[in-house]
Nanobody, 125 residues
Framework: VQLQASGGGLVQPGGSLRLSCAAS????????VGWFRQAPGREREGISC????????YYADSVKGRFIISRDKIKNTAYLQMNNVQPEDTAIYYC???????????????????WGHGTQVTVSS
């Protein structure tokens, strides 16, 4: 049972990236999915989440209007489309099967949540 986050890399300010969160050995669509990020010297930030059935989403103010979370049941994968990225988006990005509170964001309180290893996103010219 694992999640594999991928799609990170070096991107210029104003550019785009799509992060993927692929699940193996379990059905991802049974769970809400959250995306978190952690920049050096900063606390982990829950930036987006999507409900298990798909239509309900949450975005932190820091990414609202720029990032889009989605999921594909057939591919057993969740995505985070990152548009108009800025240097402050530089961080390691993680996905996890966590609760999705539509007011407060992803809730990393379940000890049985599955976490991906993270993918590095660096925004620099």
């Amino acid at each position: 049972v694992q999640l594999q986050a991928s799609g990170g890399g070096l991107v210029q300010p104003g550019g785009s990236l799509r992060l993927s969160c692929a699940a193996s050995e379990f059905t991802l669509s049974h769970y809400p999915v959250g995306w978190f990020r952690q920049a050096p010297g900063r606390e982990r930030e829950g930036i987006s989440c999507i409900s298990a059935d798909g239509p309900n989403t949450y975005y932190a103010d820091s990414v609202k209007g720029r990032f889009i979370i989605s999921r594909d049941k057939i591919k057993n994968t969740a995505y985070l489309q990152m548009n108009n990225v800025q240097p402050e988006d530089t961080a390691i990005y993680y996905c996890a099967t966590v609760g999705c509170n539509l007011k407060y964001g992803p809730e990393a309180v379940d000890p049985h949540s599955v976490w991906g290893h993270g993918t590095q996103v660096t925004v620099s010219s």
